[in-house]
C-alpha cells in the first residue's frame, strides 16, 4: 500500500515564504510523474508544478517565478518552495504522484492528503 504524506501546509502573510514537502512511504518500484495540485473553495482542482523524474519541470503560469518544485528520486519526495505568495494562492494543496508498485502492474495516481495554504494579513 502505498501513501503520500504531506507536510508544511500553514498561515502566512502576502510576500512570504512556505516549503511543502510530500513523501511516498510503501512498495514503490518506480515514480513517474510527481507534482503539485490545489483547489480553492468553489474552484476545480488545479496544476501548480509537476516534475518528471529527469526532465523538465512544469509551472502554472500563475506561480512561474515565485514556485519551485523539486524531486529526491532516492527517497522518494517532492517538495513545492513557494515565495512572494499571494492571496489568491490560498486552496488546499494536494501532492501526486504516477506509481508503480511492482512490476506488470501498471501505474497509478496517487494523491496526498491535502494540507492547507492560507496567505492573508
Known amino acids: 500500500q502505498v501513501q503520500l504524506v504531506e507536510s508544511g501546509g500553514g498561515l502566512v502573510q502576502p510576500g512570504g515564504s512556505l516549503r511543502l514537502s510530500c513523501g511516498a512511504s510503501g512498495t514503490v518500484y518506480h515514480i513517474y510523474n510527481m507534482g503539485w495540485y490545489r483547489q480553492a473553495p468553489g474552484n476545480q482542482r488545479e496544476v501548480v508544478a509537476t516534475v518528471p523524474p529527469g526532465g523538465s519541470t512544469y509551472y502554472a503560469d500563475r506561480v512561474k517565478g515565485r514556485f519551485t518544485i523539486s524531486r529526491d528520486n532516492a527517497k522518494n519526495t517532492v517538495s513545492l518552495q513557494m515565495n512572494s505568495l499571494k492571496p489568491e494562492d490560498t486552496a488546499v494543496y494536494y501532492c501526486?504522484?504516477?506509481?508503480?508498485?511492482?512490476?506488470?502492474?501498471?501505474?497509478?495516481?496517487?494523491w496526498g492528503q491535502g494540507t492547507q495554504v492560507t496567505v492573508s494579513s
Open positions: 501526486h504522484a504516477l506509481i508503480i508498485t511492482q512490476i506488470g502492474v501498471p501505474p497509478l495516481d496517487y
